[in-house]
């Protein structure tokens, strides 16, 4: 580890002398201008400015150190990265007689272990005698140099957080670091300093370097992580297209919306004789009926809490991984406390999406039985999955198009190459995430990484019928066969699949076993979610047979199963302590764990669902009853689509790493979580009510009706009628909101 000191030591010497550095975008990131940083390039002229800025004008020198790196702060808890002052070097420009020197902000990884770079020898000491003394102790034993049982504890340490680091990115990507490291490689010879120059935009950083170190740094490993230049934004047909549809979208928002407000406030109108057109884009009309709920006593309600708090848990769950991505301050406390028993409500948030995929089987079936035919299903199945495709288009289709451009460029900063990433993956493969099939076609470069679930939740309703047609029969022993069948085919060929492929059992690992980078396939595999829809569909049945009926359980076998389910839930979570441990190496255990957890988790939340409905919830159904959870349960999947991208911009907008404290991070958390729900709100009312009533209007034969609640999603009946084809099938498949 003294490499690690030694490499401190550079990172002050080149500051010292001044040096800058530029970056280099990966070819693929089409978000920046990549012809614009070829263009700059002058090293001819990079020497002649060089010259010039440190020979005769001092405040220009200045102005160029105080924006390049400072030595990292929080070295001994693993920060190895210093942004400098982004702003403050692109900001830099001046124009002399014969040259025009602007800033150029640029990233350079300098790796720790050094094959073949020396640093600049000091003059040696004159040869002293020192004193025969018992020297004291050093008052901390890691200042010590000499001290290699800390260099290699601290090694270790760092070697762990790298891991935890490139299996997030795995899951995650940031456009920064390679998203396919394998974990088996991120040991100390792969560690690197991340450090900020400001050079002339006519340098590169390399080339700068040498000249201002007089060679001496010619053999230091580094490479460049990216550059940025002043509008190095470029636009693209992306931008165009987002302008101009968006604007369209806002003009009739406002003229309809004051159309609305004139017809019904000023004038004082009937609400039912205005235009139906304008009242579909009207906020005023559509807030109102947001806001509009009805009751209806086949509807489970307690669906919403349930809704609102997985959403809940998404959202914090997300805002915790990515600041492994985005490297805190801290980063060995990250590690520390994801390694601790008390992080496992964050380590374990990814077990939440099995709740919406059962959430999905159990209104697949719970809204079609009552209503739909097995002749009828058969003969309208193409409007089943055309109600469905068009119900989730809208608001999808507009995030992807809005990361693709105005997120873009709605900020800045050193991490914005995170950003770029994200929306030059969505100008690529918008089409697989609007096709649904981004987790098979690109699921290491996804347009909206986290809408994998979307993906596999159109696959599950896609073959959903499948089963379906037995459990609309009139035979019951058919349907559980069906049932039966379908969820022992699902675990067998899970099982197959994961054992054949070695996965990890923890989405973030900090074991030196597995491969990390390939856990994504795991993930994001539909074959691995079907479990948890059978079991859906299976919970859904049981209510629709026991619909409108009293339901007897002793009260010793309601107090059993509560006990199991809860039981159940908290081995699936505690399992994560375990298995997230950096001395984790159990395959059987990871071929188990990954086979069995999800169908456990949605069991246990299916006996709470049917619990609640039946009168067997006490004060849980109280809770996740409140009205409150209707509001947010017509947001879940506005929500849902918008949080993290928002999560990102927020990210990408750091001007240098943060310290991580779990107060901080949940105080980040509400601001996540509020911008999310006003993001959701928008989308909610100037993209879903419109277009869902459009789409109704041409499809369905009329404009939407006012809103009424559906019996297994009331938060959200009125824009999910989207194609309203038959009344038996326009509201089969709510799960639309249970995001």
């Known amino acids: 580890m003294h490499i690690f000191k030694s490499t401190i030591f550079c990172a002050v010497y080149i500051l010292c002398v001044n040096a800058s550095l530029d ?179 006519v340098c590169t950083p390399r080339h700068a370097l040498d000249v201002l170190t007089l060679n001496q740094t010619a053999n230091l490993t580094m490479t460049e992580a990216f550059v940025r230049l002043p509008n190095d934004k470029q636009w693209v047909a992306a931008d165009y297209v987002a ?21 019904t406030i000023l004038l004082k109108r009937d609400p039912k004789k205005a235009n139906k057109i304008c009242t579909m884009f009207s906020v005023y009309t559509n807030t109102k009926n947001f806001f509009v ?30 600041q492994l991505s985005y490297i805190p301050e801290n980063p060995l406390d990250l590690v520390e406390f994801m390694k601790s028993f008390w992080s496992l ?29 097995r002749m009828s299903l058969l003969k309208k199945l193409h409007l089943f999955y055309l109600n469905r495709i068009l119900r989730m288009f809208p608001v999808l289709g507009a995030v992807v198009l ?18 770029a990433q994200n929306t030059n993956d969505c100008r690529v493969y918008w089409w697989s995430t609007l096709l649904y099939v981004q987790n098979y076609v690109n699921p290491r470069n996804m347009c909206l990484s986290h809408t994998w679930y979307l993906a596999v939740d159109m696959q599950l309703h896609i073959a959903s019928p499948l089963v379906l047609f037995w459990i609309l029969g009139q035979r019951s022993r058919s349907a559980w066969a069906a049932l039966a069948a379908a969820f022992a085919a699902s675990v067998a060929g899970a099982t197959t699949y994961n054992v054949i492929n070695g996965f990890q059992s923890a989405v973030v690992s900090l074991s030196t076993a597995g491969n990390n980078a390939d856990y994504i396939y795991y993930y994001v595999q539909t074959l691995n979610r079907i479990s948890p829809f059978i079991i859906g569909m299976m919970v859904g049945y049981i209510l629709h047979l026991y619909r409108g009926k009293a339901v007897r359980i002793p009260m010793v076998l309601v107090g059993l199963f509560w006990i199991v389910a809860f039981a159940a839930s908290s081995a699936v979570m505690i399992v994560t302590y375990f298995n997230i441990q950096p001395d984790w190496d159990n395959q059987v255990a990871d071929n188990i764990i ?15 669902v049917f619990a609640c409905r039946h009168g067997y919830g006490g004060p849980v159904n109280w809770l996740l009853s409140l009205h409150i959870f209707k509001i947010l349960g017509r947001l879940s999947y506005s929500m849902y689509i918008i949080h993290f991208p928002i999560i990102y911009l927020i990210n990408a907008t750091t001007l240098q790493p943060i310290y991580f404290a779990v107060n901080l991070s949940i ?38 009706p006012p809103p009424k609640e559906e019996p297994s999603a009331p938060e959200k009946p009125e824009y999910f009628t989207a194609v309203s084809v038959v009344e038996s099938i326009r509201d089969d498949d709510p799960e639309k909101s249970r995001m």
């Open 23 to 201: 970056p280099v975008t990966p070819t693929t990131n089409h978000a920046f201008d990549l012809d614009l940083y070829e263009e700059v390039i002058d090293l001819e002229q990079c020497e002649e400015q060089l010259a010039y800025i440190m020979q005769n004008n001092t405040g220009l020198r200045n102005r160029f150190i105080d924006a390049s790196f400072r030595p990292p702060r929080n070295v001994l808890k693993g920060n190895l990265r210093d942004l400098g002052s982004y702003f403050q070097c692109l900001d830099i420009s001046q124009q002399t007689d014969d040259m025009d020197i602007g800033g150029k902000y640029s990233v350079v990884r300098i790796p720790l272990q050094q094959d073949n770079f020396q640093l600049p020898s000091l003059p040696s000491l004159p040869d002293l005698t020192w004193p025969d003394w018992n020297w004291p102790e050093f008052p901390r034993p890691e200042w010590n140099p000499n001290n290699t049982q800390e260099d290699d504890e601290l090694t270790s340490k760092l070697d762990t957080y790298e891991r935890a680091k490139y299996s997030a990115q795995s899951m995650l990507g940031d456009g920064i670091e390679p998203r396919a490291e394998t974990a088996q490689n991120t040991t100390s010879s792969r560690m690197q300093m991340e450090l900020a120059f400001c050079i002339p935009k």
């Open 243 to 263: 302008v101009v549809l968006f604007s369209i979208i806002g003009f009739m928002t406002v003229l309809c919306t004051s159309y609305d407000v004139r017809h």
């Open 293 to 322: 709920f009805t009751s209806n006593p086949s509807a489970i309600t307690c669906l919403d809490g349930i809704r609102s708090f997985a959403m809940m848990w998404v959202i914090v769950g997300h805002t915790f991984v990515t």
């Open 345 to 373: 409500w964050i380590t374990s948030a990814t077990i939440t999406v099995d709740t919406f995929f059962m959430i999905s089987g159990l209104l697949v079936v719970y809204t079609t039985a009552a209503k739909v035919s």
């Open 402 to 419: 809005i990361q693709a451009s105005f997120f873009h460029r709605l900020a800045d900063g050193p991490y914005w190459s995170s950003m």
């Open 594 to 608: 990954n086979s069995t957890i999800r169908p456990v988790w949605a069991a246990s939340v299916g006996w709470l």
């Open 667 to 704: 105080y980040k958390f509400l601001i996540d979580f509020t911008l999310s729900l006003i993001g959701g709100f928008l989308l909610t009312v100037l993209i879903d009510f419109p277009f869902s009533s459009l789409i109704k209007m041409f499809i369905g034969g009329g404009p939407r």
